[in-house]
């Protein structure tokens, strides 16, 4: 039996009653559970099996498979499914998760942004723009795709009035050297280095003007679809509402 706490960060009906789960847990990384009996009427895992609860959980292991065997929620993030933005957000936060987070380690690290994440999110505590970014630098970092942002790549300055953001190998180069990549305004490359250089429990403590953010969430996207190389159908979502 394994007892940890996880986020529930994807679910599906499986037959008439019962559920299948994955779940980021705290030291076993992620791991795909069935829920026996999860949509039964009084349920005792119903609401803790949910899609975005943060439960304790009590799995159990048989043949290969894992089955949640006892659940007890400690917080369901409910108020997000009052707002489709952020339900929509959330879900390509949780699909990153799927995509980063390895099985069989642990993944505390990945667990505290997620939670961070939703709970700013749902009490508007940041711009969604800012919270999203945020989540996409720091994910890709503790995935192992960190930016090389300290200085220029070829002349190693350290700032200029604008700079080049190479996507496509997480880059920066000054004024002088850059002739490809995105074009920024230092504020940007400013908050970048902030985001993936400070101490885990201050990153969302930065604040930008409009315009930088957008660039800054322009460029947090594309850096993070080069890096996976791959297309995410919650963020396709997300961007048509």
Wanted: with cysteine; hydrophobic share 40%.
């Amino acid at each position: 039996m394994i007892n940890t706490d996880g986020l529930i960060i994807r679910e599906k009906s499986s037959g008439e009653q019962n559920r299948t789960v994955t779940v980021l847990t705290r030291e076993y990384g992620i791991i795909r559970a069935y829920v026996y009996g999860a949509k039964k009427i009084g349920s005792r895992t119903g609401s803790a099996t949910q899609l975005f609860a943060f439960s304790e959980l009590g799995i159990s292991e048989k043949r290969g498979s894992y089955i949640i065997e006892a659940a007890k929620p400690k917080e369901v993030f409910f108020n997000l499914r009052n707002d489709v933005n952020k339900i929509a957000l959330a879900q390509y936060f949780a699909e990153l998760c799927e995509t980063l987070a390895p099985e069989k380690e642990n993944t505390e690290e990945y667990l505290k942004l997620i939670l961070n994440s939703l709970m700013l999110l749902m009490n508007e505590k940041r711009d969604e723009k800012l919270i999203k970014s945020v989540f996409e630098l720091s994910i890709l970092s503790l995935g192992g795709y960190m930016p090389n942002i300290v200085a220029c790549d070829t002349c190693g300055k350290y700032e200029d009035e604008n700079m080049f953001f190479d996507t496509t190998n997480g880059n920066i180069f000054c004024e002088s050297c850059g002739h490809f990549g995105m074009k920024v305004p230092m504020s940007v490359i400013s908050a970048v280095r902030y985001i993936v250089l400070s101490d885990r429990q201050k990153i969302f403590n930065f604040s930008l003007n409009e315009s930088s953010l957008e660039i800054l969430s322009q460029l947090t996207e594309k850096y993070t679809l080069s890096m996976l190389q791959r297309k995410f159908r919650t963020l396709d979502f997300y961007h048509l509402l």
